[in-house]
């Protein structure tokens, strides 16, 4: 079984509906990532979280929410979806190694499409 | 902001060929990374290079790191058409990855 999971793989959704993306990771890892990924453009990084009770915004947060229900899952809400949002969605986690050593693991991405 | 910045932009060789990528970046940096990402797939972690290491293997991959020019590179030895994927490097100096922009490598047979 893969350690980190996404679900749904793919989803698309019409401008204004609520979306919610799940991450859920069997590592054991503390801390949890959203990026999302635009063609040409690498990975940004929305939001993070390195225990339950620590939530921040990353580069791209707006328009994006999260909830850090377990130290196992980490989920990417979008209130009122548009289609500028339309774009491939990555969940990563890690652990502070020896020497700040910190390799992400991902997902397999959710593709969201917004009409 | 892309932190850094993959050159060149993409690369075809044939089977057998070595492939170099570059990574060059703005800050300083604890570590740099190198990922490797299959079509619409995960992103895949495939060596780690601490800011006061110069030089680094990994089976046929070498990743050397060039603090003074904020410069890095991937050279992948004896190139497989399997190696055909992206390739991101990520560099971190707080707890937070900042990826470039990414290679894209394809290997002919």
Redesign the interface.
């Known amino acids: 079984d893969a350690d980190v999971t996404q679900t749904p793989r793919n989803r698309i959704t019409k401008t204004g509906k609520r979306i919610m993306l799940e991450c859920s990771q069997t590592k054991g890892h503390d801390r949890m990532y959203w990026y999302r990924q635009d063609p040409g453009l690498g990975l940004r990084l929305i939001y993070y979280s390195f225990d339950v009770k620590d939530i921040n915004k990353g580069e791209i947060s707006d328009g994006y929410s999260v909830s850090r229900q377990a130290q196992a899952k980490f989920s990417l809400s979008l209130e009122s979806a548009i289609p500028n949002q339309t774009a491939l969605y990555f969940c990563a986690t890690s652990d502070l190694g020896l020497a700040g050593d910190n390799e992400q693991f991902f997902g397999p991405g959710t593709r969201l499409t917004v009409l | ?2 932190q850094g910045e993959e050159d060149p932009q993409a690369l075809s060789i044939q089977e057998g060929e070595n492939a170099t990528m570059n990574c060059s970046y703005k800050t300083s940096i ?2 740099l ?1 190198w990922y490797r990402q299959n079509s ?6 495939l060596i ?1 290079i ?1 800011s006061n290491e110069r030089e680094k293997h990994s089976g046929r991959l070498r990743v050397t790191l060039d603090t003074s020019k904020k410069s890095s590179s991937l050279l992948i030895t004896a190139s497989r058409a399997a190696d055909t994927a992206s390739y ?1 490097c ?1 560099t ?1 100096l707080t ?8 290679t894209r490598l394809q290997v002919f047979p």
């Open positions: 902001s892309q604890n570590n990374q619409g797939r995960g992103l895949v972690h780690l601490r991101f990520a971190a707890d937070k990855l900042i990826f470039g922009t990414g």
